[in-house]
């Protein structure tokens, strides 16, 4: 394979489950009881939401994707020859490859995830699919503050690439800062593809983070059985049930592990009462209006320059670029 050169930057597995007992001890002793998205992600958590990528009820994917297949060419018009592509949280990195077969002449692709084995795969499938592109995966956990060595590759303009509507895991404050280092790292004339879900009908909303087969709520109350097998938990998952609501004046889908009963669990060498029906908000996934996205992008850096959306305006595909 050319190209494929593994970077680890940050930290070791083990200093990875001290940060998961750290975040999980410090968000359950909160008044409301919350846990960071990211912990959601572990290898069957990860498995779990490619499943709830196929799902009926969750439409993001698949308008991305037409979109992405639909205004190829616009894109690569707009971004040019000779670009490097960099994607915070790579995963599978389905899109990419649309993304990357559009370019002319795509200088080089820098995944970066947090998860060795998905980003290796990536990197792996990515390679086959194109040979000539030089591939540096770089293993990161890219919600902490991490430099990328993107300066050592000659290119025209540096892309970062950020799809699936992942910014809207991401409280307004998080948010600014991801897409300022993303600014950063795209530099002068850098450019910003994402994908942004839109607010719409509750149902529809309320429907996607809760599919009829139950894809979404095995892959929050495996939160619970991570926790269990990684630092020591003892949650019994048949006491919690997964909820999803919309709230509406935050504009975002909530999911929350609910408790069935009053009871007591352990986790981390801590011990924590849960009420009956007090809940762990274990996600948020915000629905931004495209003019408020806009300004939430400029504060970070990035001025509009192009957008796409489906016909019933639930998703779109921005692209910017740094000021
Ligand atoms: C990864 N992220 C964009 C998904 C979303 O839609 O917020 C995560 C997800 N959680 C439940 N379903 C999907």
Known sequence: MIGIEELMLGAPDRDEAVRFARDVVHGLSRPRKATPPKWLYDARGSALYELICGQPEYYPPRIETALLDRHADEIADAVGPDALVFEYGAGSARKTALLLAALRRPAAYVPVDISREALLGAAETMGARFPRLPIRPVVADFTLPVALPLGEIPCSRRVAFFPGSTI????????????????????????????????????????????????????????????????????????????AVWDPRLSRVEMHLESREAQVASVAGRTFAFGMGETVHTESAYKWDPRAFDALAAIAGWRTEAAWMDDRAWFALKLYRTG
Do not use: W
């Open 168 to 243: 809207g895991n991401f409280d307004p404050p998080e948010a600014v800062a991801l897409l300022r280092r993303m600014a950063l790292d795209a530099g002068r004339g850098g450019m910003l593809l994402v994908g942004v879900d839109l607010p719409k009908e509750e149902a529809t909303l309320v429907a996607a983070y809760d599919d009829a087969r139950g894809i979404t709520a095995a892959f929050d109350l495996n939160l619970l059985a991570r926790m269990n097998r990684e630092i020591g938990g003892d949650f019994r998952l048949s006491a919690f049930r997964h909820v």
